[in-house]
């Protein structure tokens, strides 16, 4: 078990999040869930045997998800980065998590229920920290103009 785990506040749309997060990510799964008794649902609000937290999984990390209420909202200020291999993972990331979300630029995107996303190719790190600054500087100024990341106009600013 990984010593940290991500809380996820949502008012009463946990299990639809978490059903779109399954949808998205490999080698994910719903590992518990709880409900609401009598005397916590009578507390918060809701129905008694609602679902309380799910806990789950996304590609190995494990989240809690929770109706909570309306009390609190996501900012970008957390965000989960997503470390991408190729340009048809970063596609296919980018293009299901923000659908009937926003995008953003940098490779950031908050997906339909608020929660911030980074999806980033690998490569990044890589060209952004190249040992010669103007490599780098290029690559940072490429990388300023896009919204979804392109492997390919990284690696042409890096050769330029």
Known sequence: MQK???SLWFDDQAEEAVDFYLSIFKNSRIMHTTR???DAA???GRPPGSVMTLDF???G???VALNGGPMFKFTPAISFMVDCETQEEV??????LSSDGIQQPCGWLQDKFGVSWQIV???LCELMTHPDPLVAQCVM?????MSKFDINALRQAAAN
């Open 141 to 145: 100024q490429a990388m300023m103009q």
């Open 36 to 38: 609401y008794g009598a």
């Open 57 to 59: 999984e996304l590609d």
């Open 61 to 63: 990390q494990s989240f």
């Open 4 to 6: 940290i785990t991500p």
């Open 91 to 96: 596609d296919r990331l980018w293009d299901k």
């Open 42 to 44: 009578k507390h918060m």
């Open 121 to 123: 190719p690998s490569v």
